[in-house]
């Protein structure tokens, strides 16, 4: 069974960077897309970033609120998918998820719908 653990959060100034991980056991994760998504205090779980499947060429997709500023890439020797977050701010404050899509779709999507088998969650924290 096909378990993901986030890992790397951590408390960062405005303007700093982190690198977050989502490790996978049990199944190999270039087969599937992988999102990134996250829930700030008070609100509700937003997608962030997204990454088709290898076989699908690994294509990305970015929420407008951190496009330029947040990669998603995928470690196939370490079966991760890492979340590399620059510039930060005080509103990318928030427990950070990922999880699968396994409908083998050519494009990811984030719509958190389609996703299924979510880790515990990794809290990154904005501030000065």
């Known amino acids: 069974q096909l378990q993901l653990v986030e890992s790397g959060g951590g408390l960062v100034q405005p303007g700093g960077s982190l690198r977050i991980s989502c490790a996978a056991s049990g199944r190999t994760l270039d087969y599937y897309a992988v999102g990134w998504f996250r829930q700030a205090p008070g609100k509700e779980r937003e997608g962030v970033a997204c990454?088709?499947?290898?076989?699908?060429?690994?294509?990305?997709k970015y929420a407008d609120s951190v496009e330029g500023r947040f990669t998603i890439s995928r470690d196939n020797a370490q079966n991760t998918v890492d979340l590399q977050v620059n510039s930060l701010k005080s509103e990318d404050t928030a427990i950070y998820y990922c999880?699968?899509?396994?409908?083998?779709?050519?494009?990811?999507?984030?719509?958190?719908?389609?996703?299924?088998?979510w880790g515990q969650g990794t809290q990154v924290n904005v501030s000065s």
């Open positions: 990454i088709s499947s290898t076989g699908s060429h690994n294509r990305k």
């Open positions: 999880a699968l899509d396994p409908r083998g779709n050519s494009y990811c999507s984030l719509n958190q719908a389609y996703y299924q088998s």
